[in-house]
């Protein structure tokens, strides 16, 4: 999903086996998680666990 009006967001892809995640400003870097990343991720984040 991209926001239209945001010129650097993360761009993420769901698929069964894994999660596709990028940024709008490297399209060609993406990261591959398994849906269990994605989930402790998603989490350590909410968490602010990457809050500086």
Not at 31 to 46: F, G, K, Q
Request: net charge negative; charged share 25%; glycine share 2%.
């Amino acid at each position: 999903m991209r926001a239209p009006y945001a010129s650097n967001c993360p761009e993420v892809a769901v698929t069964p086996e894994a999660v596709y995640v990028r940024s709008s400003l490297l399209p060609d870097a993406v990261a591959r998680l398994t849906p269990t990343e994605w989930r402790d991720l998603v989490s350590a984040i909410r968490n602010g666990e990457f809050d500086t």
